[in-house]
């Protein structure tokens, strides 16, 4: 069974930062894309970052491109995500998720282990 616990959200001002990881269970992380999505309050869970197995390839969302950074270490079974430049419409519940294969995906039926997420808040 695949365990993935995120941690690091938190609430931050306009502006600022937050580093969130996602540690996973599991000898076989290193062999498997992962993702970061966010669910707002009376919002669908939408995409915001993807990465494939080696690391070599990343995938953003337009309205995080720029600002947010996906990445990880396979030594340590963790996926970051570097979140700058916070606005208040980032605010969501954050997860990260365990792809069905080795490279990055957009879409959320390519996922099959979740996480229990993370709250980020972003004041104005």
């Known amino acids: 069974q695949v365990q993935l616990v995120e941690s690091g959200g938190g609430l931050v001002q306009t502006g600022g930062s937050l580093r969130l990881s996602c540690a996973a269970s599991?000898?076989?992380?290193?062999?498997?894309?992962m993702g970061w999505f966010r669910q707002a309050p009376g919002k669908e869970r939408e995409f915001v970052a993807t990465?494939?197995?080696?690391?070599?390839?990343?995938g953003y969302a337009d309205s995080v491109k720029g600002r947010f950074t996906i990445s990880r270490d396979n030594a340590k079974n963790t996926v970051y995500l570097q979140m700058n430049s916070l606005k208040p419409e980032d605010t969501a519940v954050y997860y990260c998720?365990?792809?069905?294969?080795?490279?990055?995906?957009?879409?959320?039926?390519?996922?099959?282990?979740w996480g229990q997420g993370t709250q980020v808040t972003v004041s104005s």
């Open positions: 998720a365990r792809s069905r294969g080795d490279g990055a995906a957009f879409n959320q039926n390519a996922y099959n282990y």
């Open positions: 599991g000898r076989t992380f290193r062999t498997y894309a």
């Open positions: 990465i494939s197995w080696s690391g070599g390839t990343t």
